[in-house]
């Protein structure tokens, strides 16, 4: 549990909960946008095979009364106006018709239905052009494909399909709903109408009643169930928003709705999102073209699949106690070690853009006897850096032009080590606010505030915070330019 800022005791407060993959995480917002208290939870994953990686439900849902127990506490239940929730995309959370869960979730760095990407490809003519975006495993459509061919039982007692955040919202709520934003993930929306699409339905084996409705993300869907009301304190009726997808409700949480307006996430996975003011699909890419989080608006986003998560790799691996020290050791070392340190593939499990290659995997090129962990842990966030480089690459060139600055989201965003590292490697000025690590659970905040009716103006006005600017250093530059280009010569030549 933390407090940020001292609050009004008669402010408004807005609940944002946000379900990421490590950690379940909730914020209250005051009405001037910020955050006055915290809590959150941690969550475990589960890789009961290889490329396979699944969470419990249940496990969330509990999470989240834990959180909201604490969270609610001492009377801000009370002052709580509307609910909004965040979530890791692409996750298939299969329900019957009791609505219990049938088996674990399967998450977005599940790679296990390649073979599934094929058979959507093959079933549908132009299937891509139809859908905007590659079809990946990591998506939920070849998921329950694959469900279909390895589960037939389990499969035959799907009644509805969720995405995660979406099942929280059924247990708050008692209502099925889902948004346009992180419904894009899931290649069954037509992207371009925000709306199911009949022929990607049944071309993934699905019927229109097995998915919930689509809504914007910031509409109401449905109100806080009245037992939970009393549990927590807070006023009965309170409407509960349809709720964005993580990246997109990070970008509501920043601000990062205008065109060229972004973030760069160093998550579990690492993501650059950049705002859009109309749908661009280039599937050739990798690309993500998906629904923002406000009516008439969409993004462009990259996605590789280990980010932070290659960090924590590497900390275990080195034997070192925390990630806090490895990163001391990697920034102890000189430029003349770092221009000679190994380089980094991070592909620990497969890679979205821009490769879309489930099988891809990791390496170190060039270790060498003189090579310490210092020296590994500067190759991987370095390589993360240079692959977070790679999706930027991928965007229009007309939308990079535009721009300006973008934030630094996530946990990895705590290293300033790393978040120059990153400004030097994408040659992108990075701003870093104060609530960096808690972005998506302030964009669901945001987003429970436009459910319960606040204006858009007034919901997206940034508070006075602490900030700093990472400027891209011009000294190095063409080394690092040099050792990217390195970089990219690997994957073709090991794949």
Same mark, same amino acid.
């Given at each position: #549990?933390?407090?940020?800022?001292?609050?009004?005791?008669?402010?408004?407060?807005?609940?944002?909960?946000?379900?990421?993959?490590?950690?379940?995480?909730?914020?209250?917002?005051?009405?001037?946008?910020?955050?006055? +208290?915290?809590?959150?939870?941690?969550?475990?994953?589960? @890789?009961?095979?290889?490329?396979?990686?699944?969470?419990?439900?249940? *496990?969330?849902?509990? $999470?989240?009364?834990?959180?909201?127990?604490?969270?609610?506490?001492?009377?801000?239940?009370?002052?709580?106006?509307? %609910?909004?929730?965040?979530?890791?995309?692409?996750?298939?959370?299969?329900?019957?018709?009791?609505?219990?869960?049938?088996?674990?979730?399967?998450?977005?760095?599940?790679?296990?239905?390649?073979?599934?990407?094929?058979?959507?490809?093959?079933?549908? *003519?132009? &299937? !891509?052009?139809?859908?905007?975006?590659?079809?990946?495993?990591?998506?939920?459509?070849?998921?329950?494909?694959?469900?279909?061919?390895?589960?037939?039982?389990?499969?035959?007692?799907?009644?509805?399909? #969720?995405?995660?955040?979406?099942?929280?919202?059924?247990?708050?709520?008692?209502?099925?709903?889902?948004?346009?934003?992180?419904?894009?993930?899931?290649?069954?929306?037509?992207?371009?109408?925000?709306?199911?699409?009949?022929?990607?339905?049944?071309?993934?084996?699905?019927?229109?009643?097995?998915?919930?409705?689509?809504?914007?993300?910031?509409?109401?869907?449905?109100?806080?169930?009245?037992?939970?009301?009393?549990?927590?304190?807070?006023?009965?009726?309170?409407?509960?928003?349809?709720?964005?997808?993580?990246?997109?409700?990070?970008? /509501?949480?920043?601000?990062?709705?205008?065109?060229?307006?972004?973030? /760069?996430?160093?998550?579990?996975?690492?993501?650059? &999102?950049?705002?859009?003011?109309?749908?661009?699909?280039?599937?050739?890419?990798?690309?993500?073209?998906?629904?923002?989080?406000?009516?008439?608006?969409?993004?462009?986003?990259?996605?590789?699949?280990?980010?932070? !998560?290659?960090?924590?790799?590497?900390?275990?691996?080195?034997?070192?106690?925390? !990630?806090?020290?490895?990163?001391? =050791?990697?920034?102890?070392? =000189?430029?003349?070690?770092?221009?000679?340190?190994?380089? &980094?593939?991070?592909?620990?499990?497969?890679?979205?853009?821009?490769?879309? *290659?489930?099988?891809?995997?990791?390496?170190? @090129?060039?270790?060498?006897?003189?090579?310490?962990?210092?020296?590994?842990?500067?190759?991987? %966030?370095?390589?993360?850096? &240079?692959?977070?480089?790679? =999706?930027?690459?991928?965007?229009?060139?007309?939308?990079?032009? +535009?721009?300006?600055?973008?934030?630094?989201?996530?946990?990895?965003?705590?290293?300033?080590?790393?978040?120059?590292?990153?400004?030097?490697?994408?040659?992108?000025?990075?701003?870093?606010?104060?609530?960096?690590?808690?972005?998506?659970?302030?964009?669901?905040?945001?987003?429970?505030?436009?459910?319960?009716?606040?204006?858009?103006?007034?919901?997206?006005?940034?508070?006075?915070?602490? !900030?700093?600017?990472?400027?891209?250093?011009?000294?190095?530059?063409? $080394?690092?330019?040099?050792?990217?280009?390195?970089?990219?010569?690997?994957?073709?030549?090991?794949?």
């Amino acid at each position: #549990m933390s407090s940020s800022h001292p609050s009004d005791p008669a402010a408004e407060l807005f609940l944002g909960i946000d379900l990421g993959t490590s950690e379940l995480k909730t914020v209250l917002l005051d009405d001037q946008g910020r955050v006055v +208290r915290s809590a959150s939870a941690p969550l475990a994953l589960r @890789h009961p095979r290889p490329g396979w990686s699944e969470q419990d439900p249940r *496990d969330w849902w509990q $999470a989240c009364t834990d959180c909201l127990d604490r969270l609610c506490a001492e009377g801000f239940g009370a002052r709580v106006r509307g %609910i909004g929730l965040s979530g890791q995309m692409h996750g298939a959370v299969l329900l019957d018709r009791a609505r219990e869960v049938i088996r674990p979730a399967i998450l977005w760095n599940d790679t296990r239905s390649a073979a599934q990407c094929r058979t959507l490809r093959e079933s549908l *003519d132009g &299937f !891509e052009g139809i859908a905007g975006n590659l079809a990946m495993p990591g998506f939920t459509a070849p998921k329950l494909l694959w469900l279909r061919e390895q589960a037939p039982r389990e499969f035959e007692r799907v009644d509805l399909v #969720m995405l995660p955040k979406d099942y929280l919202r059924l247990h708050l709520s008692g209502e099925a709903a889902t948004d346009a934003s992180d419904a894009s993930g899931t290649l069954w929306l037509d992207i371009a109408r925000r709306d199911w699409s009949s022929a990607l339905l049944q071309a993934g084996g699905m019927r229109r009643e097995q998915v919930p409705p689509v809504l914007e993300a910031c509409a109401p869907a449905g109100a806080l169930r009245r037992e939970l009301a009393e549990r927590w304190s807070i006023p009965p009726g309170t409407p509960i928003a349809a709720g964005a997808g993580d990246n997109a409700a990070a970008a /509501v949480g920043t601000g990062a709705i205008a065109p060229g307006e972004g973030f /760069v996430s160093l998550g579990t996975s690492g993501v650059v &999102f950049v705002a859009a003011d109309r749908y661009q699909p280039d599937p050739a890419s990798a690309l993500h073209s998906f629904c923002h989080a406000l009516p008439g608006t969409w993004h462009q986003m990259s996605v590789m699949l280990s980010a932070a !998560e290659c960090l924590r790799w590497v900390t275990r691996l080195c034997g070192q106690p925390d !990630e806090a020290h490895a990163l001391a =050791g990697a920034a102890s070392l =000189g430029p003349a070690q770092r221009a000679a340190a190994p380089l &980094f593939l991070p592909y620990l499990g497969g890679e979205r853009t821009p490769h879309n *290659d489930a099988l891809a995997r990791a390496m170190f @090129h060039g270790l060498g006897h003189e090579h310490d962990a210092s020296a590994l842990v500067w190759s991987v %966030i370095e390589g993360v850096a &240079f692959g977070l480089r790679d =999706g930027l690459s991928c965007m229009p060139e007309a939308l990079r032009a +535009r721009i300006g600055v973008l934030d630094l989201v996530g946990g990895g965003a705590r290293s300033e080590l790393w978040a120059q590292l990153l400004a030097d490697v994408l040659e992108v000025p990075l701003r870093l606010r104060s609530d960096a690590a808690g972005g998506a659970a302030v964009g669901a905040a945001r987003l429970g505030a436009l459910a319960a009716g606040r204006p858009l103006e007034q919901v997206l006005r940034a508070p006075a915070s602490a !900030e700093r600017v990472f400027e891209p250093a011009t000294e190095g530059r063409q $080394a690092l330019r040099e050792r990217h280009a390195r970089f990219r010569e690997l994957y073709p030549a090991c794949r």
